[in-house]
């Protein structure tokens, strides 16, 4: 009797124990100096309100590496309890894979989610119509151009009316300053960014915009796809964009952060970061007076029209493993909160996915960003499916075919095509 | 009788005291290269549908890896690697270092530190410091050197990257070649040289024959361990390259990783696996042979 | 004529000065890219290229430890490699002894199965082997979850776990190294004289004081070169701890150094090359000691 009653007690103990134990701790992955620095005053926040300890664990800051890492973690099931993937590529597979908790009926119930841009919402759903990640924060890409350069040459520095305007442009740039006139992402080494910073914004002003079929498939063989290749394939043979730095190790390094600054580079695709992050005060080698020097221009149609893509920058999820899920869920949402989303904005430089950002006081001191955000409401997006991330290296592969001058626009496709039914298998790809 | 019981006794100690090393191997070694195999017929991946439900595919990576060019770019790239940096690079080198350093030099000492030198830097202390010496611009190390020889610089890891890494990892090698190979020299005895000599043989015919000849055991042992050794390297073309531009540095071992930590397939990664197992196995079992050890 | 021919001293200048020239050359190969760590390390406004400092200092070193955990990576390397290293020696010098000494049918294939595994590829290996320690740590840390209690089993398990714990690299880092330490050691007491030990069976030594009283003493100089070897290769070992460890207390130098270099988008290549100055010199000063054991060993294999 007497040792039922010990043994008893154990248990309880233990059991008493192992709770205390799962309320205490939420493990968060963070990666990249400015993403941590972002996060800081969430954590302190969210310590505060819950009482709880919230342990970052740094990560590999490169976007391929983090997410080797995390999903290595999440496929051994000891990744930590919140994380954030690098891009709406990576999410529609994490899904598949079973690695993110649901958080539709939470996010909808939470008193933010009525401020939130509808385009933040619609991309935060995954194929199956459940939203799995916060779409806190939007990535919008524009074309930015050295405003100088151009004004000094004579060249015009109105809108593109066309991708034949915009190629046009790149050429006139080159022949009266021997600047590259345009650069696209390519190449595998530049990650996802082939696909996130440059195709995907030609793709949705192309004759074929999506890439996910009804049915959940992807479609590859549209012609637009191929025309956007075609873009690349000028760019690049007739020099308009410097090849040789994109096949290198970091790829941005050097036309962004050397050519660009210095004129050597006229125009290039970039986020509302570029003016804080690449080129402004947060910059290590800043362009004076950025936002008179550089100007915008959005990204225009193939025959006409303008397109403003977001992209959900770097969503956050819950380990659908978590120990503590529904307590992870409501840090979740606090990292949704408009305070962590400026504190984003501050830090990194993209765009608040609430309305109610517009109306704080933080917020407004960032000049370069407020008129990004009004105009997020008409933002356009692709339609996610899974095999995005597969998507996106086939995408590499065919521009670095392309930067390697091995192939043409068709074969670019091809490429494309063959890694996509390579990876994801015949069934997956029309 | 007695003898004999504590023979057993004996035995049966060592094999216990061998048993934590045994354990371990099995463990962290054997396990993991028998469970590759079996991975090698899954579709288990990292993300995506697979990785929630693996499924046996039967041979469907290994008839993958047959049409696949990247494969195959990546045996021949290795094939290159190993050919260029093992056999040719560290081995005239190292044979040319260790022929020299016998003599009886002043600095003798301080040549053969400074080429052991590198063989002790970390693969991604020594990646870094190839990436300053060879990157794009007039700046970069190797770019003063030619245009100091009139020559056009160029961004090297671009324009010959399989050439720069052989050159890296011979960087590396010098001093395992040439340590083998002094070995190798010291038991060739001299009387056979002062026959040779004495007979009127003059010193390229020496070294034609009887240093080669005689060095073949040797020369032939350091070739396999160091073409297995080169197969492993990692490190050193990851921190340089990555297998990049294109695939022109994807060595086999990247090529794992790559198809396993950053394509996510880890059936089909480890099916590549297994082929690098096979080869490595191949020339490992032709390295005991060649050994003859008595053991 | 080149004078490849061996062993004649001092008949002409001339090959003599070809040697210098050609070892100068090599040497030089060998040395040049130590030049830019060293330089760029001291140099206040280092970048990537080769150039002399204008304002020399130590900031850079300062900022290792102070700005960043610097000394914490230091000793986190030390402590795995160090422990690694020390139980190479053990392992290594008992499994050793017991290759030498015994005549049962495993010790051949052994001997053989464990030159095979020298040349498996670790990048082969790597997913199994996180699935296998993954498979231990869950295992341990439920236990000790229901030993200890949740409280500390974080704290616990980050020095005994499998997975982003101490014990785990230490384990599979030291089982990396062990078949040439094995190798070392097997060779090393084959030359050893059995007299003495027979002397100490004549005594009735236990197997324990037989290894304690007469086969430690004699086998340090062995295990010194096994355990500098082990050392010198734990040490540049990237792979393991890049896959094995995530927490931030638990960062090793490589780690540190590859964080380092892709932390932000502009690199600070001072920081970086003080980094890598302090992660080579232990390898460097390892490797100086082990010198004088480099040709004993290697040479062991070619007398065939």
């Known amino acids: 009797m007497n040792r039922t009653a010990l043994v008893g007690l154990c248990a309880i103990t233990l059991s008493a124990f192992a709770t205390l134990a799962q309320a205490e701790t939420i493990r968060i992955a963070n990666h990249g100096q400015a993403g941590i620095n972002a996060m800081k005053s969430t954590v302190a926040r969210i310590e505060k309100k819950y009482g709880i300890t919230v342990e970052v664990v740094e990560y590999p800051s490169p976007d391929k590496d983090y997410m080797t890492k995390l999903l290595t973690e999440l496929g051994a099931g000891n990744a930590p309890d919140i994380f954030s993937a690098p891009t709406t590529a990576y999410v529609a597979d994490m899904v598949a894979a079973g690695y993110l908790a649901p958080i539709g009926a939470e996010f909808k119930a939470w008193d933010g989610y009525a401020n939130f841009y509808d385009v933040a919402k619609q991309l935060a759903v995954s194929p199956d119509g459940e939203t799995y990640v916060m779409p806190f924060m939007l990535g919008i890409q524009e074309i930015y151009f050295r405003r100088d350069v151009l004004d000094k040459a004579g060249i015009s520095t ?91 190790p970091e790829p941005w390094v050097i036309p962004k952060y050397q050519m660009f600054p210095e004129g050597k580079l006229a125009a290039t695709t970039c986020g509302s970061w570029c003016y804080i992050f690449d080129w402004g005060r947060e910059s290590k080698n800043p362009i004076p007076d950025v936002e008179k020097v550089v100007g915008t221009w959005t990204i225009p149609g193939q025959t006409g029209g303008q397109y403003v893509l977001a992209n959900l920058a770097a969503p956050w999820g819950v380990n659908a493993k978590a120990e503590n899920l529904e307590l992870a869920k409501k840090v979740l949402m606090e990292i949704g909160s408009v305070e962590t989303q400026v504190s984003y904005a501050v830090q990194i430089g993209n ?41 996106a290296e086939g995408v590499a592969r065919a521009t670095e075919a392309l930067l390697r001058k091995e192939t043409d626009a068709a074969g670019a496709q091809q490429i494309l095509v063959d890694y996509a039914r390579e990876i994801l298998g015949e069934e997956a790809v029309k | 009788m007695v003898r004999s019981t504590y023979e057993k006794r004996v035995a049966r100690q060592l094999l216990l005291i061998l048993s934590p090393s045994l354990l371990l191997l099995l463990a962290f070694v054997i396990y993991p290269a028998v469970y590759s195999v079996y991975l090698s017929f899954t579709n288990e991946a990292l993300t995506g ?127 395992t070649a040439m340590i083998l190979l002094t070995a190798g020299l010291s038991t060739i005895p001299s009387e056979v040289y002062e026959a040779a000599r004495m007979d009127g043989a003059n010193p390229s015919q020496i070294f034609r024959r009887i240093t080669l000849p005689l060095m073949m055991p040797t020369i032939l042992l350091y070739m396999l361990i160091s073409a297995v050794s080169t197969i492993a390297v990692f490190g050193l073309v990851y921190a340089l390259t990555r297998g990049g531009p294109g695939g022109a540095t994807e060595v086999i071992s990247i090529y794992i990783y790559n198809q396993s930590f950053t394509a996510f397939q880890l059936g089909y990664g480890a099916a590549v696996a297994v082929v690098a197992l096979v080869i490595s196995l191949i020339l490992g079992i032709a390295y005991v042979r060649a050994m003859k050890v008595q053991v | 004529m080149t004078d490849f021919a061996l062993d004649k001293p001092g008949k002409s200048r001339r090959p003599d000065l070809m040697a210098y020239a050609t070892l100068s050359l090599i040497s030089a190969f060998c040395a ?273």
């Not at chain 1, 339609?383 to 597969?390: E, I, L, M, R, V």
């Not at chain 2, 790239?77 to 081995?91: E, K, P, R």
């Not at chain 2, 016998?102 to 202390?125: G, H």
């Not at chain 2, 870094?128 to 056009?152: K, P, Q």
Request: proline residues 5%; glycine residues 8%.
């Open chain 1, 158 to 248: 109105e809108q593109p009316k066309d991708w034949a305007d915009l190629l046009a442009r790149a050429a006139e740039i080159k022949e009266k300053t021997g600047a590259y006139g345009l650069l696209f992402p390519a190449g595998v080494s530049w990650g996802t960014g082939a696909f996130d910073e440059g195709f995907q914004h030609l793709l949705v002003g192309s004759k074929t915009p999506q890439l996910a079929t009804e049915d959940g498939k992807l479609d590859l063989t549209g012609e637009g796809v191929k025309d956007v290749f075609g873009v690349y394939k000028e760019l690049i043979d007739k020099d308009l964009m410097p090849t040789q730095p994109l096949l290198g």
């Open chain 2, 49 to 175: 549908a697979a990785a929630l439900n693996p499924r046996f595919v039967g041979l469907r990576n290994y008839s993958r890896l047959l049409h696949d060019a990247k494969f195959w770019n990546s045996l021949f790239v290795t094939f290159v690697f190993v050919v260029g940096s093992a056999i040719i690079g560290q081995f005239v080198l190292g044979l040319i270092s260790a022929i020299m350093l016998r003599r009886d030099l002043a600095f003798k000492q301080l040549f053969s530190s400074i080429i052991l030198l590198p063989n002790a830097a970390p693969e991604v202390v020594a990646g870094f410091m190839w990436i300053s010496m060879l990157a794009g611009g007039e700046n970069a190390t190797l770019s003063r050197i030619v245009m100091f020889f009139g020559m056009t610089p160029t961004d090297w890891l671009q324009t010959f990257p399989l050439t720069m890494i052989i050159v890296v990892n011979t960087w590396r090698g010098i001093a």
């Open chain 3, 32 to 304: 040049v890219p130590f030049f830019w760590v060293l330089l760029a390390s001291l140099d206040g406004n280092a970048q990537l290229f080769l150039s002399w400092p204008r304002e020399w200092t130590l900031n850079n070193y300062v900022r290792v430890f102070a700005e960043e955990d610097g000394a914490r990576w230091v000793f986190n390397s030390l402590f795995v490699v160090g422990s690694a290293t020390l139980l190479v020696m053990v392992l290594a010098g008992l499994g050793g002894y017991a290759l030498s000494r015994t005549r049962a049918w495993w010790k051949q294939p052994f001997l053989y199965a464990i030159l095979l595994i020298r040349v498996l590829p670790p990048t082969a290996l790597v997913v199994p082997l996180y699935k296998i320690l993954l498979t231990l740590n869950n295992i341990e840390g439920n236990l000790v979850r229901m030993v200890i209690g949740g409280d500390h089993a974080r704290a616990i398990m980050r020095w005994i776990g499998f997975i982003d714990g101490y014990l785990g690299l230490i384990l599979v880092l030291a089982t990396m190294q062990l078949p040439l330490a094995l190798w070392i050691m097997k060779t090393f007491f084959d030359g050893l004289p059995r007299d003495y030990e027979e002397a100490a069976v004549m005594d009735g030594a236990t197997m324990l004081q037989r290894i304690r009283r007469v086969l430690i003493p004699l086998a340090l100089p062995g295990l010194a070169a096994a355990g500098l070897f082990a050392f010198i290769s734990a040490w540049g070992d990237f792979l393991l701890p890049l896959i094995l460890l995530s927490s931030p207390e638990l960062q090793t130098l490589p780690l540190g150094l590859f964080r380092a270099f892709l932390r932000v988008n502009t690199i600070d290549y001072g920081f970086l090359a003080a980094l890598a100055f302090i992660y080579l010199m232990p390898a460097v000063i390892a490797f100086g000691f082990a010198r004088r054991f480099l040709v004993q060993t290697f040479s062991g294999g070619v007398k065939g």
């Open chain 1, 351 to 391: 765009i608040p996915a609430s309305k109610a950002a517009a109306q704080d006081p933080e917020f407004q001191k960032l000049t370069e960003l407020v008129p990004i955000h009004a105009a997020a409401e008409n933002g356009v997006y692709l339609k996610q499916a899974a095999g995005f991330a597969t998507v």
